[in-house]
């Protein structure tokens, strides 16, 4: 393997990003939202690759391929949620975005805290964001330093590779906010889908003279193993139950991961948002060049130890022309960048706006705020690499706790958008429950009932005790609470 | 079309849609992996099936549904 070639192609791809992640910075006003919803001007191109890129991550770009090679047709679950994940974002944007511009609003949990008088909800909601971001981060940084020392030949190690690609992702992200990461996951998106389906077009053709005998050859020597609902972790059969819940659950979380729904107030207008979530699918075609690379390395005499390094497992052994391993890098380093980059602005965001601001009820001018933004931006980076390198467990289990109960805002949000009879006691009382419940069974799997998604148990206790103690209590400022809705539902662009 | 008409019938394809990528219409209709299309495995082409038609029906729906007008959300 030439590492020279694979390192200057790696070098000049961050580099590159480097200079389209700086630009911007001089458009965005000094304001918080300037720095964290770029003046609520995004326009199409960029809200697309924003969502796009930021959902496709490290994790997918490794994991997706991963879960082909060891669960087979369970793989199929991930362009089941993400095919409809994203539609109610059509309804939810647009009433989000009304409801930002009127008051101010930058992040999701504001919003949910401003309707109800209740900053302890903002402040259970940035907690949880908080906990659940960090490992997420982390995680994508180990991505991009396995990725560099695999590919080098261990000429940059794991821990120099995630400082010097996040090095580079703070610089960008101090300095332009949410406009580097917008022009930055655009450019990086565009690569990511250019490499994915040229990989996967390529290599099953190397290996197996096409796409078509590959999985012939597979259905033959592995009968069964392309189907739904396909295998678990361990390769035992995996129930229908689980495999509908998990995609059911997914889809009912999509559109209100704090990150995501962020966006709705960065965007020009209603009619952005709208376009952004019809033309989403066609970023969800990504998958498929994805999990067919992952089918790939099926037959492998070989077989890599962990299924996630089944990718870069291929690249090593496939006798792929340098040129092409230093692409798939830089196409690694986009997935993880381009998740890392959101992640970690929209947690210091949501630190200082949530935590702060609305939870402790201290408004900040202006520049102060961005300051105390770009403070807490450079200490996320900092823990988030520290776990990277000195955490030895598993990460991936460690979000699996902490990202399940993200879920679970989902009925707050769209109770606080949609339904007038909410309380702010139910709202808090539908949190607490959901996130204990939904902590509860995924830690716990052998305490369940049935054999489906922690998740759902989770959404059921939330539904329920929102439902109940709205019902029970009163509203605490029901003038605002009127004003609030009926922002929400003016007619729109 | 009047725009309820054309919510409904945005509901009606979500929930089909739904169905079919999960128990029950995928596993009745196409938990198989032949016949192959295109080379993909049959549930896997069935999937991708999905997505290109939600695509599709997105764009149908919004472009209706922006002539007629109304609040939409």
């Not at chain 1, 059509?90 to 109800?116: D, I, S």
């Not at chain 1, 996951?185 to 190397?206: I, K």
Request: charged content about 10%.
């Amino acid at each position: 393997m030439n590492t020279a070639i694979v390192l200057g192609i790696a070098g000049l791809y961050l580099g590159t990003c480097l200079l389209v992640g700086m630009l911007p910075g001089r458009k965005s006003s000094d304001s918080a939202a300037g720095y964290v919803a770029g003046d609520r001007a995004l326009g199409l191109v960029v809200m697309y690759f924003i969502t796009g890129a930021t959902i496709f991550s490290a994790y997918a770009f490794l994991g997706a391929p991963g879960w082909a090679f060891s669960r087979g047709g369970a793989a199929l679950y991930m362009l089941a949620y993400g095919t409809l994940g994203f539609v109610p974002f059509y309804f939810l944007g647009p009433r989000a975005a009304r409801l930002g511009k009127r008051y101010g609003f930058v992040t999701q949990a504001e919003m949910v805290a401003h309707r109800f008088s209740r900053p302890g909800i903002a402040a259970t909601m940035a907690l949880i964001s908080v906990l659940a971001f960090v490992p997420y981060l982390a995680l994508q940084m180990q991505g991009a330093g396995i990725v560099l020392e695999a590919m080098t030949g261990g000429a940059v190690d794991e821990k120099l590779g995630a400082l010097l690609v996040y090095g580079l992702v703070l610089v960008y992200v101090l300095k332009s906010g949410v406009l580097g990461v917008g022009w930055t996951n655009t450019f990086q998106g565009v690569f990511m889908l250019a490499l994915a389906w040229g990989m996967g077009l390529y290599l099953p053709r190397v290996l197996y003279g096409g796409i078509g005998p590959m999985f012939e050859r597979i259905a033959a020597e592995r009968p069964g193993f392309l189907k739904p609902p396909g295998l678990t972790g361990g390769g035992t059969p995996w129930p229908w139950s689980e495999y509908t819940s998990s995609v059911l659950v997914s889809i009912a979380g999509f559109s209100v991961f704090p990150h995501l729904f962020m966006k709705a107030f960065s965007a020009r207008d209603e009619r952005t948002i709208r376009r952004t979530v019809v033309l989403y699918p066609s970023f969800q075609l990504f998958v498929v060049p994805i999990l067919i690379l992952g089918f790939a390395g099926v037959l492998l005499a070989n077989a890599p130890e962990r299924a996630d390094g089944i990718l870069p497992h291929l690249m090593m052994n496939a006798d792929v022309p340098p040129v092409l391993v230093g692409l798939f890098c830089a196409g690694a380093l986009a997935a993880s960048m381009s998740s890392g980059d959101a992640i970690a602005h929209a947690t210091a965001s949501i630190v200082v706006r949530d935590g702060w601001v609305t939870a402790l009820r201290r408004p900040l001018d202006a520049a102060t705020e961005r300051l105390a933004i770009r403070i807490v931006l450079v200490a996320v980076v900092a823990v988030s690499y520290g776990l990277a390198v000195l955490y030895t467990g598993s990460l991936v289990e460690l979000l699996l706790y902490a990202y399940g109960p993200i879920v679970q805002f989902a009925p707050a949000v769209y109770a606080t958008l949609f339904w007038r009879r909410a309380t702010g006691r139910g709202v808090q009382a539908g949190l607490i429950a959901g996130i204990a419940t939904n902590i509860l069974f995924a830690s716990n799997a052998d305490l369940r009932p049935f054999d489906v998604h922690a998740g759902v148990y989770g959404l059921a206790a939330n539904l329920t005790a929102l439902v109940l103690v709205s019902l029970l209590t009163s509203h605490e400022d029901e003038e605002r609470e009127r004003e609030f809705l009926a922002t929400s539902a003016e007619p729109g662009d | 079309m009047p725009a309820r008409v054309l919510d409904v019938l945005l509901g009606i394809y979500l929930f089909v849609c739904a169905a079919c990528l999960v128990w029950p219409g995928f596993a009745w209709f196409a938990a198989r992996e032949e016949p192959f299309v295109l080379g993909l495995p049959f549930a896997f082409a069935w999937s991708v099936g999905w997505v290109i038609a939600t695509f599709l029906a997105l764009c149908a729906y919004h472009v209706a549904r922006s002539r007629v007008g109304g609040s939409r959300a």
